[in-house]
């Protein structure tokens, strides 16, 4: 299913696990890593997509995940000519995406790259946010940078548990013994 302009419907998800870090996928048999995506079926709406693409490719169902944002428009790139089969040429130009950021709620080993008997991915790992920028293939870097960035202002806020913080924080309990609070304390 191809729009008018020559791209097919699909969409990106970017899977985030509880350190704020995205879920990284070696396409199988090959040395190329990606976020999670799959095309729209006809009828489909996008989360529909994101929801069935979740559990195709790593084995994930709704109730493992919790949306945290999607993009508000299509973004799109086009693929090079020699990654298009011949009966394709010249009417498919590429991918429009709807992006999703997405909050693991489970443990990683709810992970299953199995989950279909067509695997995606042979390989996964844990990236800090903006590191697949740096390694995804050279015609899809556009569109991931737009979509990271939009996405990036939804991304939950992490809680400092730096030791030097709790050394050198004081909290009103800390002070129940000061002399301004209990008179009768010795100074």
Same mark, same amino acid.
């Given at each position: 299913m191809l729009d008018r302009d020559g791209f097919r419907?699909?969409? !990106?998800?970017?899977?985030?696990?509880?350190?704020? +870090?995205?879920?990284?996928?070696?396409?199988i048999r090959t040395h190329s890593w990606q976020f999670p995506q799959g095309g729209i079926d006809r009828g489909e709406t996008p989360e529909q997509a994101m929801y069935r693409e979740l559990q195709e490719e790593v084995g994930l169902s709704a109730e493992h995940v919790s949306i945290v944002a999607r993009t508000r428009d299509w973004l799109r790139y086009e693929v090079p000519d020699r990654y298009i089969c011949?009966?394709?040429?010249?009417?498919?130009? !590429?991918?429009?995406?709807?992006?999703?950021?997405? +909050?693991?709620?489970?443990?990683?080993?709810?992970?299953?790259l199995r989950a279909s008997t067509h695997p995606e991915f042979d390989a996964w790992r844990w990236n800090d946010y903006w590191v697949p920028l740096d390694s995804v293939v050279e015609f899809k870097r556009g569109v991931y940078e737009l979509a990271l960035t939009e996405l990036s202002r939804y991304l939950p806020r992490q809680e400092l548990?730096?030791?030097?913080?709790?050394?050198?924080v004081r909290h009103p309990a800390d002070d129940l013994e000061s002399p301004l609070q209990n008179p009768s304390a010795p100074s």
């Open positions: 419907p699909n969409v !990106g998800i970017i899977l985030l696990n509880q350190k704020n +870090q995205v879920f990284w996928g070696k396409r011949k009966d394709a040429r010249g009417h498919y130009k !590429g991918q429009k995406q709807i992006w999703f950021l997405l +909050q693991l709620v489970v443990p990683d080993h709810a992970l299953n548990r730096s030791r030097f913080l709790r050394q050198g």
